[in-house]
């Protein structure tokens, strides 16, 4: 007869601070495990009681009691099924990245994570000290180690929970997206399998925090490396893999193998789950987007609707003597197509007015940048009204970008709460439309075709104060996601005059990000708590 453990993966959507919230879906969850699902044991992912990643949050008294009375709580209202879940552990004045396995009162397996990222959007050295040595438990006759995300990157963690006689692992996982976020888990997880031969249950996070999106997509692999269960990315599930223990180790069945989507698809994805939860988690009753006719608020009024409903959503067009009527009449078939709340206010008098109360103080001059930011700041000064009005979020619609050279006015078309297309190119601004589109028409195809202007003077194109989008971004992503220097990026054959005059921009406009609302993170680098570029520099790009 053979040892065999039905695991339940509870890949859920919890909130950061939450403790309580977080506790009653750890128990919910794990009942539903053991009543409709037969589990063994019940896995969750990394710090779910608190959720991830909680930040300075753990420096307060607070959250300790209560993550103490969310643990006890569950310890005590829940038997007949194992729980694997994370916590922040205080003990000896230190605090521990920990994770536990609880069943029937009793404390089966405790486990603090070794290795603690330090780079990119993670600083857990500011927080946690590290665990030493492996935790290895036994559970119908299979044993089982336990490893924290960080801790499957490396060789030494799973190593030495072999080394303690694991011949199966858990990893729970606070893991967020980025482009090719999930083949690279699945590389990684193979490597330390093919360096063991045990097999790896891996559980992720799913959900917006903040500027980051977990996708999920968690995964059990064989000993031999292979896929044989995932779960869809960017929702939440709880699927059962029974974990079968023969004489030549365990072998997981074959269970549902979720398709990885395109990296687009995934992308929109990944803005759409973002913005809903950072709306519905910050108790909004819905969202405004000014809508010019151009592409970028046309592709983030879709990730508006499809977040959280167009009956929540509403548009505002505001036009000005520059507003072309096809962006006027582009406008209104999207608000329409979406069925949206749709209000047109005109900004003339109130440019108008401003002039006039500015010419006693700077006389009569030659229109310049003022008065295009004039325009904007109008537009923004309405659009946050309605927004206190309402109770309702305003979308700011920059994109990667423009928000990279400044192409964005301070307390104009930068203000909002939430900047869902902050951390993507234009280019790939036009990608996502496209994808969009496939979907269902959501986007006139005229907004999607039509040459980018922010109609703020007669007859302006981006062109006019920007490369061209093809050169602009790849120049973009190579200073800012790959550190490239002006002679490494022109040797992939772009002028040099052009590299030297964007990384002018984009170092002189950092005072404006550092302004700009949070937004979903898909890059490598988004321009947020991954990117510390001082304000004041003297440095000097190689003429």
């Known amino acids: 007869m053979?040892?065999?453990?039905?695991?339940?993966?509870?890949q859920i959507d919890l909130i950061v601070g939450d403790v309580a919230g977080n506790a009653a879906k750890i128990i919910d969850y794990a009942v539903r495990a053991r009543d409709a699902e037969g589990a063994d044991i019940v896995v969750f992912p990394e710090l779910s009681i608190c959720g991830y990643p909680p930040e300075d949050l753990l420096f307060h008294a607070g959250l300790r009691h209560d993550v103490e009375a969310a643990l006890a709580q569950i310890r005590d209202q829940v038997s007949g099924i194992a729980i694997l879940l994370g916590f922040p552990e205080y003990a000896d004045g230190h605090i521990y990245n920990a994770c536990a396995v609880l069943r029937d009162g009793e404390t089966l397996a405790h486990y603090r994570k070794q290795l603690l990222p330090n780079y990119s959007v993670f600083d857990e050295e500011r927080y946690f000290t590290a665990g030493k040595g492996p935790a290895v438990f036994k559970l119908n006759g299979i044993r089982f180690g336990l490893n924290i995300c960080e801790d499957i990157?490396?060789?030494?963690?799973?190593?030495?929970?072999?080394?303690?006689?694991?011949?199966?692992?858990?990893?729970?996982?606070?893991?967020?997206?980025?482009?090719?976020s999930q083949e690279n888990r699945e590389n990684e997880v193979r490597?330390?399998?093919?360096?063991?031969?045990?097999?790896?249950?891996?559980?992720?996070?799913?959900?917006?925090?903040?500027?980051?999106?977990?996708?999920?997509?968690?995964?059990?692999?064989?000993?031999?490396?292979?896929?044989?269960?995932?779960?869809?990315s960017f929702e939440e599930s709880m699927q059962t893999v029974v974990l079968e223990g023969t004489a030549q180790g365990v072998s997981p069945e074959r269970g549902r193998i979720a398709r990885a989507d395109d990296t687009v698809a995934r992308v929109y994805q990944a803005l759409v789950l973002g913005t809903g939860d950072y709306v519905s988690n910050h108790g909004f009753p819905g969202v405004i987007v000014g809508l010019s006719g151009g592409i970028d608020s046309a592709l983030v009024l879709a990730i508006a609707c499809d977040a959280i409903g167009a009956d929540r959503v509403r548009a505002v067009q505001m036009p000005f003597r520059y507003t072309s009527t096809i962006s006027q009449e582009d406008s209104a078939k999207q608000a329409e197509m979406f069925d949206v709340r749709y209000d047109v206010i005109p900004i003339e008098p109130m440019y108008e007015a401003t002039i006039r109360q500015l010419q006693p103080v700077l006389g009569v001059t030659e229109p310049d940048a003022t008065e295009e930011n004039i325009q904007a700041r109008c537009r923004g000064l309405l659009l946050m009204a309605i927004s206190n009005k309402?109770?309702?979020?305003?979308?700011?619609?920059?994109?990667?970008?423009?928000?990279?050279?400044?192409?964005?006015?301070l307390y104009g078309d930068m203000a909002g709460g939430f900047a869902p297309i902050k951390d993507c190119s234009k280019s790939l601004v036009f990608e996502l439309a496209r994808y969009r589109n496939t979907l269902g028409e959501a986007i006139p195809e005229r907004v999607i075709t039509r040459p980018p202007s922010a109609e703020l003077r007669p007859d302006q194109k981006d062109t006019d104060s920007l490369p061209d989008y093809a050169i602009l971004d790849p120049i973009l992503e190579a200073f800012i996601e790959d550190d490239l220097s002006v002679a490494e990026i022109t040797a992939q054959g772009y002028d040099r005059d052009i590299v030297i005059r964007t990384l002018e921009m984009v170092k002189r406009n950092e005072y404006k990000r550092r302004q700009a609302p949070p937004g979903v993170r898909i890059s490598s680098r988004a321009f947020g708590r991954d990117w510390r570029y001082p304000i004041t520099s003297g440095y000097q790009f190689p003429q």
Not at 2 to 10: E, F, G, N, P, Q
Not at 196 to 225: K, R
Request: a negative charge; proline letters at 4%; one cysteine or more.
């Open 153 to 180: 990157w490396s060789p030494g963690p799973i190593g030495a929970n072999r080394a303690a006689g694991a011949e199966c692992v858990f990893v729970i996982n606070g893991s967020p997206f980025e482009v090719q």
């Open 191 to 232: 490597q330390r399998v093919r360096e063991t031969d045990i097999p790896v249950v891996y559980v992720n996070h799913v959900g917006g925090q903040d500027e980051l999106v977990f996708d999920g997509g968690s995964f059990v692999m064989d000993a031999a490396g292979e896929i044989v269960y995932r779960a869809r």
């Open 2 to 10: 053979t040892d065999t453990v039905k695991a339940a993966l509870a």
């Open 390 to 409: 309402t109770g309702r979020m305003l979308l700011t619609t920059g994109n990667k970008s423009e928000m990279a050279v400044g192409y964005a006015t």
